[in-house]
């Protein structure tokens, strides 16, 4: 399988790959990983978080490889607030499985070569306006 890699550098710049899943099986949201798992030698990595093949986000302080419906206040998962202020919502857990469908991961070693891999955005001119 294939899993997206979101990585992230400190100047808020950002780079998407596809990368095999197996290399992040098992690995828990904060830890950190090298950077020959996606590719960039001389690099390491820290998992931030992520989200499943449904698109449900992963949430660090459940420890669990699946999905749990928890009551949440308004944190990762939960942007709008009821009258109450508390909602049942399902999230994933913070270890990766297979179910896993993206993994956003923070630079904190070798920011240099990541930043090369980022594709430069090509400004177009826009054509001056015809005179009347």
């Known amino acids: 399988m294939e899993i997206k890699v979101v990585i992230g550098t400190k100047s808020g710049k950002s780079l998407q790959k ?16 090298s950077g020959n798992l996606v590719g960039i030698p001389g690099t390491e990595f820290k998992i931030t978080g992520g989200s499943d093949k449904s698109g449900f986000p992963m949430r660090p302080d ?16 939960f942007r709008d607030m009821p009258k109450d202020g508390i909602k ?18 923070q630079c904190v070693k070798g920011d240099a070569e990541v930043e090369k891999l980022i594709p430069k955005k090509e400004v177009e001119a826009k054509p001056e306006e015809a005179k009347k």
């Open 18 to 33: 596809g990368v095999d899943n197996t290399a992040f099986l098992g690995k828990k949201i904060k830890d950190n990983v």
């Open 62 to 77: 459940l420890p669990i490889p699946g999905r749990k419906k928890i009551l949440s206040k308004r944190s990762i998962g």
């Open 88 to 105: 049942r919502k399902t999230v994933h857990g913070s270890i990766i499985a297979e179910d896993i469908a993206q993994v956003n991961l």
